[in-house]
């Protein structure tokens, strides 16, 4: 089978794994599959790239499975006006993705390598509404940054992730995992009020813990 071909056979099971969850709006689907995962996937494993695993990457890092990653997208519930922060990047997919349904994506890696090479991703597919920085996003962006419509971390908190809070605009969504340890957390949407987060649990996920202060040394 040609790549071609593979890749319209993973994507089609991956859309009936959406359907089955409900996952559904005409934009996200197109956003996913208007996004070619195969270049932001390390070759040894592009034939199982629209699986739900979570695959190796640079830096003893690894990407989300798909699936995973359409369900966070999905709760961000994103619009074409809103800016996002993205403390994770990766590989710089789903900065990818998100950059197809929002209007601004800051996203922050800790790995210089993994920034470097998300950065130069973006370039090559000419995605122009997307900056990738090397930066430790333990505590979201710099002060003269956002307010954000949306942020999403791809790591875990020990408990709520307050510090973030100001860095939101008002009524505006965080997604993260919440909870202690190697084991699995809680992944919380956190809606802002005021000054404080409405929680709601969308959902069971295993994160390595955020890692804060360590990007310039590496």
């Keep these: 089978m040609t790549d071609a071909g593979a890749d ?62 359409a369900q966070v997208i999905a709760a961000l519930n994103l619009e074409p006006g809103h800016r996002v922060l993205e403390v994770g990047t ?60 949306r942020i999403v971390v791809w790591g875990a908190f020990d408990s709520l992730p307050r510090a973030f809070v100001d860095q939101l605009a008002s009524g505006g969504v965080m997604i993260a995992p919440v909870g202690g340890g190697e084991g699995e957390q809680d992944l919380a949407r956190l809606t802002k009020l005021g000054s404080r987060f409405e929680r709601e649990e969308i959902g069971k996920a295993r994160f390595q813990p955020l890692l804060r202060n360590v990007s310039q040394v590496l």
């Design 8 to 69: 319209r056979e993973g994507f089609a099971a991956f859309l009936l794994r959406l359907r089955g969850r409900g996952l559904t709006p005409k934009n996200l689907v197109a956003a996913f599959e208007a996004t070619p995962r195969r270049a932001f996937v390390p070759h040894a494993f592009q034939n199982i790239a629209w699986t739900d695993r979570m695959l190796p990457i640079d830096c003893g890092e690894a990407v989300e499975g798909v699936d995973l990653q």
């Design 90 to 149: 990766g590989t710089g997919y789903s900065a990818a993705v998100m950059s197809r349904l929002a209007a601004r994506v800051l996203t922050l890696e800790r790995w210089k390598r993994l920034a470097d090479a998300a950065g130069a991703r973006m370039e090559a597919l000419g995605v122009n509404n997307v900056v990738v920085r090397h930066a430790d996003g333990g505590n979201g962006a710099g002060s003269n940054e956002g307010p954000f419509d």
